[in-house]
């Protein structure tokens, strides 16, 4: 697996959406103490220059390695030339391209984010030759190798991983040929990305105030939790008509990242694009359709919860943009972000003081980047940095959904310190499918802990929602995700046609099934797939369903087993990538091979929606 791959894995984009402020500031208005410190990793744009130049020699160097890795001091002079090679060029990406997340309009960055991704193909062009190289030798020959030298222990996990997936491995002159293709391979999600980032802008749309503002999808949701039912259809439409008009456009730029998938699948010699991307970490075909099965057996009572939203709303019918609109009153506490910061540490004492104490000394010192800007990228994420420090994108709002996405990267940046701090470089990186469990691990600890302060029962009937909604949005709304690229994936890996009327017609029936008959689906969303940045990660989606239900069974377990269950968390926490996602986990406590873990989740929705009946319908 090549490090532009990985570096496309590394950013823990989170599910949670965040709102925007009423008027934005530009970045320089900012107070440096509320933004991350990129400084850390390039004291300059010089420095960076100067590192660039440095890493475009040493990649040269790979050249010298060709036939020889065959003997144990060549190959662990390789393997060290790599992790060097690829922590810098690490920390290059993360540099240019959180420069570029913080500011879209500086092209400056623009450019310095172009100039790695070239670099990063360069690299994964002159590295092409070693994992063909070391599977051309016999398995035998290959493990004895590792095992008589004892520096190579370290990539005795990588090896067997490698090893397990060799059919999928092609000739060195395929595999460099290959590597020569990603940046073509990017190009669908990169487009999107500009695309809905800079150039595709919405119309006016009337806000809480009656007045008019420009509509940008950072105020879209805001605005579509409001509790005035014209300011949230009015940005509904308004949002949703705009993407209509490049249905076309988008359909096309969607279809193109699948076929760029479906070359990468067929090109590696899977059956399906499904098969490859769950392959990669092991994770077995029965871990994907479980989540959809156990939510099929589960639609009642998310139906339940939509009547319950139209009885209490007392509309007549319900449409998709009644959903986010609280059925209890909002809460009038705002969160400072200081305040905000505070519910998240008293929430995560079950982690322990080591935990605590480690996640303050980040925060203090320049980790998280707090307040949205002009030019600066929606929604929020957790990037690690080996060797350095992880760092935390937010649009902090002042919300509880704010606090709530805090607690959640700040799972992820924590994840990624211990992982960086206990693993060497090869065995540091989790993946995916582990990185969700330690953010949502967190959300599940907030919601509790919030549930377990608040006395009133008014107070305490808004928490139970906020958690609905969590399983909502984070469970069966991933899940619904997870169908349509399942069934869009399938469709064109049988010849037909991905054009914008077939993917609407997919996701109108989806919606249909997943929110029951007492919701009614506007002609304006059936276009709702073209928004959805994820779709361009091809199946990484069901694993916040997944992520969700392992964190629900691991935060039980953090409040009832204490210290045993602590420790075996904290263990998880710095096991990075150093065995399968699967056995990591099962050590953890939790079997994702079973519904279970998803069983346990849903009965909690369900009995937290009994409580939440009983008070509103009394
Ligand atoms: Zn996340």
Redesign the pocket.
Known sequence: MNLLYKLSNRM????TDTTSAATVATRDKIEAKFKWSLHDIYPNDQAFQADYEKLKEQILHFEVFKGKLNNANDLLQCFRLRDEVDIKLSSLFAYARMNRDTDATNAAYQAMTAQITTLLSDDASAQAFIEPELLALPAETLLTLIESKPELSAYSFYIKNMLRQKSHILSPIEEELLAKTSELRQAAMNIFTIFTNADLKFPETITESGQKAPLTEGRYNQLIRSTNREVRHDAFKNLFNTYSSFRNTLATTYSANINSTMFQAKTRKYQSTLEAALDNNNIPASVYTNVIDTIHKNFAQMHRYVALKKKVLQLDQIHMYDLYTPIVPELKTVFPYEDGLSLVIDSLQPLGQTYIKDLLNGVNNGWIDIYENQGKRNGAYSWGVYGLHPFVLLNYDDSYNAVSTLA?ELG?AMHSFYSSQKQDYINSEYTIFC??VA?TTNENLLLDHMLHIVKEPEKRIYFINQYLEQVRTTVYRQALFAEFEKIAHAKAEIGEALTADALETIWTALNTAYYGNDIVIDPELKIEWARIPHFYRPFYVYQYATGYAAATTLAEQLQTEGPIAQKRYLQYLQSGGSDYSINLLRQAGVNMTTPKPLEITLEKFSKRLDELEVFLLK
């Open positions: 823990n984009l989170s599910a959640h992820h990185a969700e953010s």
